[in-house]
């Protein structure tokens, strides 16, 4: 009788788990050995079964009386308890044939109950080595379960990974799919926008030369512009007369009539009694009803002019109370011509940036009292005495604060400090009369960074102290002396007018502080504006037709061609 080997049996074990669902049911649910035949069951010899498919060898067990145990198929599901009961039976089955087998040599004996017969050693040996094998091969299977749930665990693992991945893939080529959708996308748009940026390269070189033409028309224009201008403030007079009549402060009757928006007519009374009219011829007159905007219409052409490199020269003349320091300063609501003057240089020079120009404003502020000049530009500190300087033929004040500037409220604020600072002192004739002349001094330095031309122009706008009639005033001790000062620079300015109109080969500058400071913006080199400020009231009638006298003085004084300073 032959036995299965135990590793033979392992062999088929060790496979890959058997499919059962294509084991006939017989094998996988009917218990083996349940049912003996009359025969007695017996585990028979090896059978060797060829598969057509694969033509491989398997080789199955099987008992005698009973069905065969199934043939392994690799391909089939593993069941190990199935498996694990098909052995156990058939071990019980070989155990029992085994235990009968006995029996029967037992009786064959003859009753004697002797088991030491060399068949029966063998049969026992053999039980115990199946037995043995049995248990060790249960081992086996046990492990093979074991090693079964750790692959069909990993199984299971990988399949979420692959479906996890299989997502992921998916998910991923969606996007890839969209993105290059999207790059595509993109490179159309480089495409269009490189198209356009060559477009605009070519209209922007095209606009280039264009503008480069504009330009240069422009700056010819300019040039052109300045000389029409030049010859409009030649034709109109380098020394020019304005006068202003100031509204009348008491109820006593005007004496001052204005006619033709260039002559004034004083009504007055002569020496012998009677009633005459005199009347005085200026480039502009206003009545008292014009308004500070109306007057400076009228001057700003002369910011202009300063911009483009000439010296001007504004300043206020007349007898005390008739309107100077209102004209040139002005109030908080009505400011003067000096805020106007100095709002208007800074527009323009925000125009003449488009052209290429750039300005150097400084400003300085000064004051004549008794024939000495005084800083009106100081903060709190006593003003010292200024000594007047010659930079060549130029007049310059070294000891001057000279503060540069950027816009016009910079400008209101230095004027509100020279304002305070401006020595006031009360007397007979005014309560709030200034007994000094002040002069505001701007210099603008301009250069043109397209073509590099430099213009040195500048304003200057006086105030002049009030003139008076010493037998008038009735001043005595210092305010005598103030009154004597200034009507001395009166009329020393007067005589450099008029030494000017007569071409003389001396102009006596020096002859006082006012006209010797003054003389950068009086001579042949300038534009000058005179405002003669004059009262209509009836009790200043004198002082009027004086004042008026002066300044048709000027009036008449033509000073040569004004000389441009341009680099
Ligand atoms: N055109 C005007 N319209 C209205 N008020 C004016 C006008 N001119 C002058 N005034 C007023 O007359 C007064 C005297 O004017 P202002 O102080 O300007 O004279 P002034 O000539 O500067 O005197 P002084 O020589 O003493 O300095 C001020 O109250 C001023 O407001």
């Given at each position: 009788?032959?036995?299965?080997?135990?590793d033979?049996l392992?062999?088929?074990?060790?496979?890959?788990?058997?499919?059962?669902?294509?084991v006939?049911?017989?094998?996988?649910?009917?218990p083996?050995?349940?049912?003996?035949?009359?025969?007695?069951?017996?585990?028979?010899?090896?059978?060797?079964?060829?598969?057509?498919?694969?033509?491989?060898?398997h080789?199955?067990?099987?008992?005698?009386?009973?069905?065969?145990?199934p043939?392994?198929?690799?391909q089939?599901?593993?069941d190990?308890?199935?498996?694990?009961?098909?052995?156990?039976?058939?071990?019980?089955?070989?155990?029992?044939?085994?235990?009968?087998d006995?029996?029967?040599?037992?009786?064959?004996i003859?009753?004697?109950?002797?088991l030491?017969?060399?068949v029966?050693?063998?049969?026992?040996?053999?039980?115990?080595?199946?037995?043995?094998?049995?248990?060790?091969?249960?081992e086996?299977?046990?492990?093979i379960?074991?090693?079964k749930?750790?692959?069909?665990?990993?199984n299971?693992?990988?399949?979420?990974?692959?479906?996890?991945?299989?997502?992921?893939?998916?998910?991923?080529?969606?996007?890839?799919?969209?993105?290059?959708?999207?790059?595509?996308?993109?490179?159309?748009?480089?495409q269009e926008l490189?198209e356009?940026?060559?477009?605009?390269?070519?209209?922007?070189?095209?606009?280039?030369?264009?503008?480069?033409?504009?330009?240069?028309?422009?700056?010819?224009s300019?040039k052109?512009?300045?000389?029409?201008?030049?010859?409009?403030?030649?034709l109109?007079?380098?020394v020019?007369?304005?006068c202003?009549?100031?509204p009348?402060l008491?109820?006593?009757?005007i004496s001052?009539?204005?006619?033709?928006?260039?002559?004034?007519?004083?009504?007055?009374i002569?020496?012998?009694g009677?009633?005459?009219?005199?009347?005085?011829?200026?480039?502009?007159?206003?009545?008292?009803?014009?308004?500070?905007?109306?007057?400076?219409?009228?001057?700003?052409q002369?910011?202009?002019?300063?911009?483009?490199?000439?010296?001007?020269?504004?300043?206020?003349?007349?007898?005390?109370g008739s309107?100077?320091t209102?004209?040139?300063?002005?109030?908080?609501?009505?400011?003067?011509?000096?805020p106007l003057?100095?709002?208007?240089?800074?527009?323009?020079i925000?125009e003449l940036?488009?052209?290429?120009?750039q300005?150097?404003?400084?400003?300085k502020y000064?004051?004549?009292?008794n024939?000495?000049?005084?800083?009106?530009?100081?903060?709190?500190?006593?003003?010292?005495?200024?000594?007047?300087?010659?930079?060549?033929?130029?007049?310059?004040l070294?000891e001057a604060?000279?503060?540069?500037?950027?816009?016009?409220?910079e400008?209101?604020?230095?004027?509100?400090?020279?304002?305070r600072?401006?020595?006031?002192?009360?007397?007979?004739?005014?309560?709030?009369?200034?007994?000094s002349?002040?002069i505001?001094?701007?210099?603008?330095?301009?250069?043109?960074i397209?073509s590099?031309?430099?213009?040195?122009?500048?304003?200057t706008l006086v105030?002049l102290?009030?003139?008076?009639?010493?037998?008038?005033?009735?001043?005595k001790?210092?305010?005598?002396?103030?009154?004597?000062?200034?009507?001395k620079?009166?009329?020393a300015?007067?005589?450099?007018?008029v030494a000017?109109a007569?071409?003389?080969?001396?102009?006596?500058?020096r002859?006082?502080?006012?006209?010797e400071?003054?003389?950068?913006?009086?001579?042949?080199?300038?534009?000058t504006l005179?405002?003669?400020?004059?009262?209509?009231?009836?009790?200043?009638?004198?002082?009027?037709i004086?004042?008026?006298?002066?300044?048709?003085?000027?009036?008449?004084?033509v000073?040569g061609?004004?000389k441009?300073?341009?680099?």
């Amino acid at each position: 009788m032959s036995l299965p080997h135990s590793d033979d049996l392992y062999k088929h074990i060790a496979q890959p788990p058997p499919d059962f669902s294509k084991v006939p049911p017989l094998f996988r649910s009917t218990p083996l050995m349940r049912h003996h035949n009359a025969s007695k069951p017996r585990l028979i010899k090896e059978t060797t079964v060829t598969k057509p498919q694969n033509n491989t060898k398997h080789t199955s067990l099987k008992l005698s009386g009973s069905k065969p145990i199934p043939t392994f198929n690799k391909q089939a599901t593993f069941d190990t308890s199935e498996l694990t009961k098909l052995l156990g039976e058939i071990m019980e089955e070989k155990l029992q044939q085994l235990k009968k087998d006995e029996i029967e040599r037992t009786e064959v004996i003859g009753g004697n109950q002797v088991l030491a017969n060399p068949v029966q050693n063998e049969l026992k040996r053999e039980l115990e080595k199946v037995e043995s094998e049995l248990k060790l091969n249960n081992e086996k299977i046990k492990n093979i379960e074991m090693e079964k749930q750790s692959i069909l665990f990993e199984n299971e693992s990988l399949k979420n990974q692959l479906n996890v991945l299989k997502r992921t893939v998916e998910t991923t080529n969606g996007n890839w799919e969209m993105e290059k959708q999207m790059n595509v996308n993109a490179q159309n748009k480089i495409q269009e926008l490189l198209e356009t940026i060559q477009s605009l390269n070519k209209q922007n070189n095209f606009l280039q030369s264009e503008l480069e033409k504009i330009e240069d028309k422009l700056i010819h224009s300019e040039k052109e512009r300045r000389k029409l201008h030049n010859e409009v403030m030649e034709l109109k007079g380098n020394v020019r007369v304005f006068c202003r009549v100031r509204p009348p402060l008491k109820n006593e009757g005007i004496s001052v009539d204005v006619t033709d928006n260039n002559a004034v007519i004083v009504n007055s009374i002569n020496f012998s009694g009677k009633k005459e009219k005199i009347k005085f011829g200026f480039d502009r007159a206003f009545d008292s009803d014009s308004t500070q905007q109306d007057i400076f219409e009228e001057i700003s052409q002369l910011v202009q002019s300063s911009l483009d490199g000439y010296q001007t020269c504004i300043f206020a003349y007349g007898q005390t109370g008739s309107g100077k320091t209102y004209t040139m300063e002005g109030t908080n609501d009505k400011p003067g011509m000096i805020p106007l003057t100095v709002h208007k240089i800074f527009t323009t020079i925000e125009e003449l940036k488009t052209l290429g120009w750039q300005f150097k404003i400084n400003v300085k502020y000064v004051e004549i009292y008794n024939n000495n000049i005084f800083d009106l530009l100081v903060n709190g500190e006593e003003s010292k005495k200024l000594q007047i300087k010659y930079n060549g033929p130029l007049v310059i004040l070294p000891e001057a604060n000279v503060i540069e500037v950027f816009e016009a409220e910079e400008v209101d604020h230095l004027i509100n400090i020279a304002t305070r600072n401006r020595a006031v002192a009360a007397t007979k004739c005014n309560a709030q009369s200034s007994r000094s002349h002040s002069i505001f001094m701007m210099d603008l330095c301009g250069r043109n960074i397209g073509s590099n031309e430099q213009r040195f122009g500048g304003l200057t706008l006086v105030d002049l102290a009030g003139s008076e009639r010493l037998d008038e005033s009735g001043a005595k001790g210092e305010r005598l002396e103030e009154t004597k000062n200034i009507n001395k620079s009166l009329s020393a300015l007067g005589d450099v007018i008029v030494a000017i109109a007569n071409k003389d080969s001396h102009i006596p500058y020096r002859n006082s502080k006012l006209t010797e400071l003054l003389q950068n913006c009086l001579g042949s080199d300038s534009k000058t504006l005179m405002f003669v400020n004059i009262s209509s009231d009836q009790q200043d009638t004198l002082e009027t037709i004086s004042s008026l006298r002066f300044a048709t003085k000027v009036n008449t004084c033509v000073i040569g061609t004004a000389k441009r300073h341009v680099q």
